[in-house]
């Protein structure tokens, strides 16, 4: 029975419902007080407004009592698109309305992607703006900002990176309000140690020196890495083992450690089920638990074909699990077979048919295999590639009725077309006509060689190689295209001081372009200061030289032809004054030589050249003065000077000379201003005559020398196409001798460091040794510190040795050596080069004396 209470009051609220059914339905007022009405969202447009109210728990209806407005204004700011969000309970119009006051983030006005080029950016933007909507336009949403990293970072690690590069973004405001979103991707890390696990089949070397340059720069760059990786695998490919490799999903770098994992492949079954039961799997090279290996894998392919008569093939099953273990399933490849009756080779010009058939691994008599054909066929092009040739895989394998044909199509060059990036000042026949000769089928060393002539001319620099074919039915057939940009400046100011207690300051200073007119013309000019005790003081001399003489005429656009046009006016100071009995008088004087000459030269052979010049001179001898040392001397010997009359009359008379000189050159160095490999030498005889006064003159000058260059050490990028060893070795021996009736005066000259290396003998003043015969030698290591930057183009430390030795026509010579240390330093300021600025200091043993020079010239 019910308690009374609980009796009555369920009669007391029956009693209203039941009068309210009898009258028109209204809502309760109860009920109406309890439940919301509305959602309104304030600050908003309107799109983004009703999505906020869409994707709210709490919809119209909701009872008021489960309201938390705090709980509210989180579930709004979780979705990412307000930066703040006010929640309030209120009515209107009778009902309970919740407002939401928002501030939404700023619409998007760009995105942007820095760092990233393990992935193209322009893909991952389109990504995220297709499946997260960041895009420009759109609301800036944190939440699926956050969301696009870790997709980002997922990519990453699945795409075998060893790590979760970091990812952070930033936005910048514009003046409208919007912002751009920038993604700041740093795909680098430190590296203090490489660990490598799982290697029992290559060298060791092989494998460190894989990731020597990734130590070496103590920091995990993406190309360096995979560069190793790719290189791991070719070795493996190379040395026969399939499956082998690094295992991207397994190496990791952590706290600076790379940890890498080496899969190598393992036969972990062999089924020949699909052959029949009668072939077995007992007699074949390849087994379980054997390394996995090309060479086994084709031989039972020609085994099995043999045995069967039928195309056998192979297929890898590697497991999902531990992809080093792999299930090899031999086959009937279902394509036409028999007993193979002849090898033809068609399209082959570069390598014999002799060397093709020691390539294959078919032969006659075996019954035709299409995957072993294949493979043989590849064999083919690794004897091109060996050679330094490619060809194409278009329709390379037919066989027909016991003969089996190679279709060669070797790829060759069609043109050459060239790509400028930024200014473009070269015309473009001064770099095609150094690449003329390259066409047909040419081998890839030609390309190199082509591209280190284009470098060589030093106006531009080659920062790429691409190919393309423009013939679909010809695929073979490339074009070459060539990415250039020019060098920062082809206009350089060339200056040189040096000092020494015996000529005390001279200097030089110059303009010159290497690039006039976009020509590759050379124009030199320069200016000396000389002071000598002769009032002489100042030379100089204007070079303008056309290295390719790019005329319709004859072979001249086949074959380079050089012209110059030089006029020059040089000072020899120090010359001694001689008695008419040859006997030295102790005064000195100064030669001041002005000319004109001109040059022609041509190409020979690879790396020689030949020229043949003609030059005239006026020659003009002045008197020095009685110097303190001068007198010293004279004193110290017991002898009395001449005075200024007696040796006026003494001097050489002034005349013309005109000279004949033909000249040989050999240049097989990488580079022209940093050899690390190769020979240069030169020999240069001349024909000179003419007179000076009454007398008649006539005599030969004989020069030659030769210089070598041995590098070591570590290889430095210096661009593309473009290495150089780190240190080097460099020695070089001249020699040179006048002959015949020439003038007073006309004696070589060596000492201090000069700008032509063959008078060069640091750590002894200028002209120390002087003589009609002369013989120098010098040896220098030679270490590049790598240092390429918008001012400094290059720094190199010197150590060298010098040494000479000068024969004078009386028959006394004179000798010394010299050893010390230099700095050369190559400059770009403000669009003009200072290359190879010399500063050495040598002291020699043998003249006690030391010397500091800075002058303008490279190493030779």
């Not at 003038?743 to 120390?768: K, M, N």
């Amino acid at each position: 029975m019910k308690h009374p209470l609980t009796l009555a009051l369920s009669l007391a609220l029956a009693a209203p419902l039941a009068a309210a059914q009898s009258t028109t339905p209204t809502a309760p007022a109860a009920v109406q007080a309890a439940n919301l009405g509305d959602v309104v969202v304030t600050g908003a447009p309107d799109l983004l407004g009703n999505f906020l109210k869409a994707s709210l728990t709490v919809q119209r209806g909701a009872a008021l009592s489960g309201l938390n407005l705090r709980q509210i204004e989180q579930e709004a700011l979780a979705t990412g698109y307000f930066s703040s969000v006010t929640a309030s309970l209120g009515t209107q119009n009778g009902q309970n309305v919740l407002t939401l006051a928002v501030k939404p983030n700023p619409v998007i006005s760009a995105v942007e992607v820095q760092g990233l080029t393990y992935f193209p950016a322009d893909t991952y933007k389109a990504r995220i703006a297709d499946l997260l909507n960041i895009a420009p336009g759109a609301t800036l949403n944190t939440d699926r900002v956050d969301q696009s990293k870790e997709l980002l970072a997922q990519n990453f690690r699945g795409e075998g990176y060893p790590f979760v590069p970091s990812i952070s973004t930033k936005t910048t405001a514009a003046a409208d309000g919007s912002v751009t979103l920038t993604y700041v991707v740093d795909e680098t890390a430190p590296l203090s140690r490489v660990e490598i696990e799982g290697n029992t089949r290559l060298p060791r070397d092989s494998i460190v020196n894989a990731f020597k340059p990734l130590y070496d720069a103590k920091k995990f760059t993406p190309e360096v890495y995979f560069k190793a990786a790719q290189d791991i695998a070719q070795a493996y490919q190379a040395a026969g083992f399939l499956q082998s490799g690094i295992n991207v999903s397994a190496t990791t770098l952590d706290k600076g450690v790379l940890k890498i994992k080496l899969t190598e492949g393992v036969v972990s079954k062999v089924d020949t089920s699909i052959l029949g039961s009668a072939v077995s799997a007992a007699g074949l090279l390849t087994k379980e638990g054997t390394p996995l290996t090309l060479s086994t894998l084709e031989a039972d392919t020609r085994t099995l074909s043999n045995q069967t008569g039928k195309s056998v093939g192979f297929a890898l099953q590697p497991d999902a699990q531990n992809p080093s273990q792999v299930t090899v399933v031999f086959g009937d490849a279902q394509t036409a077979s028999g007993p193979i009756k002849e090898i033809r080779f068609v399209g082959n010009t570069k390598l014999t048919s002799a060397d093709l058939q020691a390539a294959l691994k078919l032969k006659v008599g075996d019954v035709f295999s299409q995957q072993l054909a294949e493979s043989s066929f590849f064999a083919l092009r690794d004897a091109y590639r060996a050679a330094g040739y490619e060809i194409s895989t278009r329709d390379p394998i037919a066989f027909d009725s016991g003969v089996l044909t190679y279709t060669i199509h070797e790829t060759s060059a069609a043109k050459f077309e060239l790509s400028w990036t930024g200014a473009h000042r070269t015309q473009d026949r001064v770099i095609l006509r150094e690449l003329q000769n390259l066409t047909g089928v040419v081998s890839s060393a030609s390309i190199r060689d082509g591209l280190d002539r284009v470098t060589r001319l030093g106006i531009v620099k080659v920062t790429n190689l691409t190919t393309r074919s423009d013939d679909p039915k010809n695929p073979e057939v490339l074009t070459y295209v060539i990415n250039l940009t020019e060098q920062s400046s082809t206009r350089s100011v060339p200056f040189g001081i040096s000092y020494d207690t015996v000529s005390g300051f001279q200097g030089s200073l110059g303009l010159s372009n290497n690039n006039v007119f976009g020509l590759g013309h050379t124009l030199e000019a320069s200016v000396t200061a000389q002071p000598t005790d002769s009032g002489q003081f100042l030379g100089g001399g204007v070079n303008y030289t056309i290295p390719w003489l790019d005329i319709d005429f004859a072979d001249f656009r086949k074959t380079p032809t050089s012209v110059s046009l030089s006029l020059s006016s040089t000072l020899s100071p120090n010359n001694g004054i001689l008695n008419t009995d040859s006997s030295a008088t102790g005064r000195q004087f100064t030669q001041r030589s002005s000319g004109i000459s001109v040059r022609v030269g041509r190409s020979l052979a690879k790396y020689l050249t030949g020229s043949v010049g003609v030059g005239t001179s006026y020659d003009v001898s002045y008197l020095e003065k009685i110097t303190d040392a001068d007198q010293k001397t004279a004193d110290d010997a017991g002898k009395t000077l001449i005075d200024d009359a007696a040796a006026t009359a003494l001097l050489p008379e002034s005349g013309l000379i005109t000279r004949l000189s033909p000249a040989l050159n050999y240049d097989s160095t990488n580079s022209g201003d940093f050899p690390t490999q190769g020979i240069r030498a030169n020999f240069s005889p001349s024909y000179n005559f003419g007179s000076a006064g009454s007398n008649s003159l006539s005599w030969f000058k004989l020069e030659g020398g030769a210089s070598t260059y041995y590098g070591f050490g570590k290889t430095i990028e210096k661009g593309f196409n473009q290495q150089s060893k780190q240190q080097v070795l460099a020695a070089r021996v001249n020699a040179g001798t006048l002959t015949g009736n020439y003038p007073v005066g006309s004696t070589f000259g060596i000492g201090d460091a000069s700008i032509v290396s063959a008078y060069e003998l640091r750590g002894i003043p200028t002209g120390t040794l002087k003589g009609s015969s002369y013989v120098t030698g010098s040896a220098e290591y030679r270490y590049d510190f790598g240092v390429s930057n918008s001012i400094a183009q290059g720094l190199y430390g010197i150590a060298f040795v010098d040494a000479g030795s000068a024969f004078a026509a009386n028959g006394t010579s004179a000798s010394a050596y010299g050893l010390g240390l230099g700095v050369q330093l190559n400059l770009g300021i403000g669009g003009a080069l200072l290359p190879a600025l010399r500063f050495d200091y040598g002291f020699s043993p043998s003249n006690n004396s030391s010397k500091f020079s800075f002058r303008i010239g490279p190493v030779f």
